[in-house]
């Protein structure tokens, strides 16, 4: 089912090709920075990006203002992304050099179409194989069946379907990919010392902070969490090489990440003449400060009708009611979904711009989707089935099934009904926002987020 509705997913942008565009491009707002990486890198062979938003943004006024202290045109998204769409962009490449030589002229500077729609074909499944990882996370801790609806209604009761079709070219994809593929791999491998999980899990938060940085904060709670059980055991055992093997392998992480971290390290040292300050770093609002640390939006982040992400998709603060059940179940799950998406929601709700530009609800957190995931997996478990103690004993660590119990007959309509119904109202929010809050400069209200996203969709009929 996933793989058929990412599928869905990549026809709606293919058909949407053809469709005339105002600026002429594939590509939207925050994709311009991620994709121009690829024709710099690749034909260009450098980071001077000159040339490339000249073709691509030919009337943005603002890009004479961007030039960093390196003397370069600043570009405030991380690499990750682009590193992760290479191989599509080298193959509409190769493509199109073939295509050339038979006499089909096609454009070789890669701000054209041809190269564009590989990129985003290539997101696109990024974003599908994120759903199928999501998926296996949210296995890992209920039913197949459980954890099939809840990664369905997370991300289509969500916002990662409007960036899976109306702006494909943003790195969300991608970044629901990496953190599933982290999660995935500590969840099979818990329980397990030494360096080879070491590196490989060093590997994945490496490549997690080369995509969107701050989702770090993802990865580092299931493993800080790990380690605080690993020091409280030793205490109580009087046992200390346990921590001091679990701190070798945390210190090996460390250097592991930081070395697939490099390649950011290298452009933002060119860019901006830093070795360690992420680009987004840089980014500035009037005299705003960048970051207020006692974090004063860490409500509106959640909350607002700004972009709130439980505001906008109610089906994430229904998730997150699952840690309940998720706690009697696995602790150090539900651990890391608290202290991630508490994590984020601080860092966001400090930054400047934390209603997250003209973004489709909360973008900034849609790398916690498999986090979601898991929690409402075992929430729809445990609203179907009920969850016992006595079925949960013995269960395996890490895989449990429904537990015994018969479903109530309220619960064989309730479920379906409940998430077709934030399915249909996500639907309806799409489309109000694609085709007129998106393009509004006045905040959004309660209203709009109410009975008007009834009443524009029956106005446009």
Same mark, same amino acid.
């Given at each position: 089912m996933l793989v058929a509705l990412a599928a869905i997913c990549l026809a709606a942008f293919l058909v949407s090709i053809p469709v005339p565009r105002v600026d002429g491009q594939l590509l939207g707002t925050d994709g311009f920075d991620y994709y121009v990486y690829l024709p710099s890198l690749?034909?260009?062979?450098?980071?001077? $990006?000159?040339?490339?938003?000249?073709?691509?943004?030919?009337?943005?006024a603002t890009l004479p203002m961007r030039l960093t202290p390196t003397g370069r045109?600043?570009? @405030?998204?991380?690499i990750g992304a682009a590193l992760l769409w290479m191989p599509f962009f080298l193959l509409a490449h190769v493509l199109a050099l073939a295509l050339n030589f038979v006499g089909i002229g096609i454009r070789l500077d890669?701000?054209?179409?041809?190269?564009?729609? $590989?990129? &985003?074909?290539?997101?696109?499944?990024?974003?599908?194989?994120?759903? &199928?990882?999501?998926?296996?996370?949210?296995?890992?801790?209920?039913?197949? *069946?459980?954890?099939?609806?809840?990664?369905?209604?997370?991300? $289509?009761? *969500?916002?990662?379907?409007?960036?899976?079709?109306?702006?494909?070219s943003m790195a969300h994809a991608v970044s629901v990919f990496a953190v599933g593929l982290f999660f995935v791999t500590w969840l099979r491998r818990r329980g397990q010392t030494g360096l080879g999980r070491a590196i490989v899990l060093g590997a994945l938060v490496g490549l997690i902070a080369l995509v969107r940085t701050q989702e770090v904060l993802l990865a580092a709670a299931p493993l800080l969490v790990d380690l605080h059980g690993c020091v409280r055991e030793a205490r109580e055992r009087r046992a200390w090489r346990p921590v001091l093997l679990a701190l070798r392998d945390a210190l090996v992480m460390v250097f592991v990440a930081l070395l697939v971290y490099s390649p950011q390290a290298f452009v933002s040292h060119s860019l901006y003449g830093s070795w360690w300050k992420p680009p987004q770093l840089y980014a500035r609002w009037g005299d705003l400060?960048? @970051?207020?640390?006692?974090?004063?939006? $860490?409500?509106d982040v959640l909350f607002s009708a700004r972009r709130g992400l439980f505001a906008w998709h109610p089906v994430f603060l229904i998730a997150l009611l699952g840690v309940v059940p998720l706690w009697r179940r696995d602790r150090t799950m539900a651990a890391a979904v608290i202290l991630g998406v508490a994590g984020q929601a601080y860092v966001i709700g400090a930054w400047f711009d934390w209603p997250q530009g003209r973004a489709f609800g909360g973008r900034t957190f849609i790398g916690c989707l498999p986090l979601f995931a898991a929690a409402l997996a075992v929430l729809l478990e445990a609203a179907v089935r009920g969850t016992p103690e006595a079925a949960l004993k013995g269960c395996p660590t890490g895989r449990v099934g429904y537990p015994a119990g018969r479903v109530s007959r309220p619960a064989r309509w309730l479920m379906p009904t409940l998430g077709g119904l934030l399915i249909a109202a996500n639907f309806l929010l799409f489309v109000e926002y694609r085709f007129d809050l998106a393009m509004l400069d006045h905040p959004v209200s309660w209203h709009d987020l109410g009975a008007r996203r009834v009443s524009f969709l029956l106005g446009t009929w």
């Open positions: 690749v034909l260009d062979h450098d980071l001077d $990006f000159t040339n490339q938003y000249a073709t691509l943004l030919p009337n943005d045109l600043a570009n @405030f998204s991380p890669g701000c054209g179409y041809w190269h564009q729609a $590989f990129v &985003i074909t290539g997101n696109i499944a990024y974003g599908g194989a994120g759903l &199928i990882l999501a998926f296996h996370v949210a296995r890992q801790v209920a039913a197949e *069946g459980a954890a099939l609806w809840a990664t369905v209604l997370v991300a $289509f009761a *969500g916002n990662l379907v409007y960036y899976l079709t109306a702006e494909s400060p960048q @970051f207020t640390w006692w974090s004063p939006h $860490f409500a």
